[in-house]
């Protein structure tokens, strides 16, 4: 059902895990499925200079997190506040169409993530 990228990010998810003391962070859940992610930035400079996520969910929203994390890392906030689910997926090189609302949350989490860090410093 998974190509090999979607597999290998699955298997081998890269920036996972909780941070200490991040800038920002953000949180979401999907009521049908139950899976919930959270990502959490860290901000230099109007940039994302470094990024985790702790995902309880399917193998689509862990690689979708994976994902993510090395799409926006270095990134500045405007540039990260548009990245679509679509991005997360294509970079994945497709996801099923049931599994479409996975990138979705990661997407999401991303922009409540950056959302937290600028009501925290304006
Ligand atoms: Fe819901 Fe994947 S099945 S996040």
Redesign the pocket.
Known sequence: MYNEKVIDHFQNPRNAGEMFDPSGVGEVG?MK?G?IMKIFIKVENDRIEDISFLTF??G??IASSSMLTELVKGKTLDEAMKITNMDVANHLGGLPEA?L??SN?AADALHKAIEDYRSKVQ
């Open positions: 999907n499925c899976d969910g399917c689509a929203a599994k609302h996975c949350l």
